[in-house]
């Protein structure tokens, strides 16, 4: 059984489709990691799995529990983190997580509490009001707070927005280590290097879901060429390639540049002919991650106009 | 597990909530300080029976029955001359500016003609902007004057004899015999106090979380709307037994407000009354989406019941149709209940109708809030 298994959804503000005709799922155990431009309906498709917003048309199941009609049995099953800090500032450390456990009627409470607090190492903060807490703690709090009652699911809305890298290599190695006793993790993310410790990604823009699949499976259906052009004139080459048949995209990387496009043969063409007049070798090289989903942007860029 | 009701979600809420609330100093403080302010400042500050009100007299003539009539008209407490012997020039002056509120023109022939029989004349002149302030010292004045001047002409036994086949109006003021403000005042300031703090409070109850960006991480876990609800306006019941007991002690010590009834009937009705109230608050939180539109809301409802509910005029005395309106708001059936219980000594009989009705707004709230409130962030 799939922890989430959605058809169809579809959400309307007014006459802007947010969601539009997404069906996806995730593997129980599984991190999938939730891709797309800011705007493009990652919040708002995280909220209505877990209830929070109801779907126009589509519907799915999550947990088993059906979308519609459920949503109190994968509330108490599920463990969402917000995008923002939704705890409680006014209260402590330990209030808020009193707070959290009695809510999911945990018993005794006081103990879930104290094993938290152990393991954030944050028992002897514990009465410090939440609000004082820095950008990371505040993470591994809110974090911490969404998986005390042990859901089976864990919704993660860009938990590591705004936090520094060894916080990010943390959290990540924690959401690992969760996955790994069999907790399923939907990840919403903008940053390349999360999506690729996720064992299977999805892209939306738009609405669209545009891709689905690991890494590999994604980077391969995107039917990129990829070649790695080097040259003195590096910023001069550039701006020349970018306009030339067959150049979809043209991304410095150091010293060289990311010449990216959909037909191999016509872009290996274009370069072969400029290359003398422009001072550059090039060479076949590997589409990155980060050249499909900027190759995804464009393209829907293009659709939306 | 229960899916709509669990008492340990239910205390979770109430946990926060009573936290939340005790650290808040300044609103906390509010809550416990409005309450007292607003009664001493407007127990001691408002009075429909104003006395002692400067007046100033025009006259030229200092003869004993003018003397006899200012002394008289001073000694019914409602005038105070504080401007004796003017011009009428600077009397219209002393009206104009509001330093006096009224005039008393005794004409320079007045001693003549009181002794030649005729009828003489005095003008007052009253300052009735504010009907209130005139009509009692107005409603003394005829028959005061009339008095001491018969007085003074030793004609007091002669009138007496005159008058002794007239008419004879006997007035009672009942419950209130004394006729002070501040015995209707006073319960009425309950309600308003109550009024005041709890809808205002509970207004916010909601758009705070929504605000603060916390009613979504709320929302996801699994509370019900009825919890969410509980969770919110039962601490206010307890603020609202605070402030109880500070008005109806402070009404006792400070303002001497008789308790003619039964306190357990009064306090029954508080609490119907309060309830309404949370629910009322907490209802429009439902409808506001900032703290602010929950603000003006409240204060859109606040001004009529007010002025409507008999709390600042006398009910009785609206038209027909502004009656209706304020039998809308739950303060005009509570101060029935707090004034007949208090000052009349009323039993349940007599405040059941009210009462029932306290309890029907407050069921309808519930109702209103429960249906409005939305487990989504649609």
Known sequence: MNAIDVQNLVKRYGDK???NDVTMSVAEGEISGFLGPNGSGKTTTIRVMCGLLTADSGGGTVLGFDLKTEQHKIKNQVGYMTQKFSFYEDLSIEENLDFVARLHQLSPYKQYVRETLDTLGLTSRRHQLAGSLSGGWKQRLALAACIMHKPKLLLL???????????????????????????????????????????????????????????????????????????QQINTVAKALK?????????????????????????????????????YSYHLGETSLEDVFIQFMANSADNMQ | MNRFFSLVRLLALLAKETIQMRRDHITFGMMLGVPLMQLILFGFAINNDPKALPAALVTNSHDQYTRAM???LEMTGYYRFSHIAVSPAEAEALIADGSVSFVVTVPSDFARRIERGDRPQILVEADATDPSVASGAISTLSSVASKAISRAQGLEAQLARQKGQQLEVVVHKRYNPEGITQYNIVPGLLGVILQMTMVMMTSMALTRETERGTMENLLAM??????????????????????VSVVLIAAKLLFNVPFAGSMPLLLTGILIFVSALVLLGYTISTVAKTQMQAMQLTFFYFLPSLLLSGFMFPFRGMPI?????????????????????????ADYQAVQKPMSVLLLFTLGFATIALLRFRKTLD
């Not at chain 1, 809305?157 to 996955?179: M, N, Q, S």
């Not at chain 1, 067959?246 to 496009?261: E, T």
């Not at chain 2, 699994?222 to 402030?243: C, D, F, N, R, W």
Request: glycine residues 8%; proline residues 4%.
């Open chain 1, 17 to 19: 489709t947010v969601v």
């Open chain 1, 157 to 231: 809305d860009e938990p590591t927005a705004g936090v520094d890298p060894k916080a990010r290599r943390e959290f990540w190695d924690e959401i690992h280590a969760l996955a790994a006793n069999g907790m399923t993790v939907l990840v919403s993310t903008h940053y390349m290097d999360e999506a690729e410790r996720c064992h299977r990604i999805n892209y939306i823009s738009y609405g669209n879901l545009l891709a689905s699949g690991t890494v590999q499976e994604v980077i391969d259906g995107a039917h990129l060429a990829t070649f790695v052009v080097e040259g």
């Open chain 2, 70 to 72: 200012v002394t008289a």
């Open chain 1, 243 to 279: 306009s030339l048949p067959g150049v979809d995209q043209v991304a410095p990387f150091g010293n060289s540049l990311h010449v990216v496009g959909q037909d191999e043969k016509q872009l290996s063409q274009t370069l072969a002919r400029h290359s003398n007049e422009l001072a």
């Open chain 2, 321 to 345: 149709w502004a009656q209706y309106i304020g039998e809308m708001f739950p303060l005009t059936h509570f101060l029935r209940v707090v004034r007949a219980v208090m000052l009349k000594g």
């Open chain 2, 222 to 243: 699994p509370a019900t709307s009825l919890e969410i609800m509980l969770g919110k306006v039962l601490p206010y019941l307890a603020v609202g037994a605070v402030q």
